[in-house]
């Protein structure tokens, strides 16, 4: 069974990730902001969700050592 909070807020994060990496590129190939920072951007971005996505892979599972109960 699906719970319709658990897919909107999937919907919601998609919608922020693929934002996150398109924005630059389209800003980029427009000239509004220089490759160069395209690229610091699109590292960045690969760096923060890399670390969030660790994250919730590590201590995502229902174990006793889990972050749900922080």
């Known amino acids: 069974m699906s719970n319709a909070c658990k897919e909107l807020a999937i919907f919601l994060t998609t919608g922020i990730v693929v934002s996150a990496f398109g924005l630059p590129i389209v800003f ?3 000239h ?3 490759w160069g920072a395209c690229a ?6 690969t760096v ?3 670390t ?3 994250f919730f892979l590590v201590f995502g599972s229902n174990d006793d050592f889990s972050w749900q109960q922080w």
């Open 28 to 30: 980029a190939r427009a």
């Open 32 to 34: 509004l902001i220089e």
């Open 40 to 45: 610091l951007v699109l590292t960045g971005n």
């Open 48 to 50: 923060i969700f890399a």
């Open 52 to 54: 969030i996505l660790g």
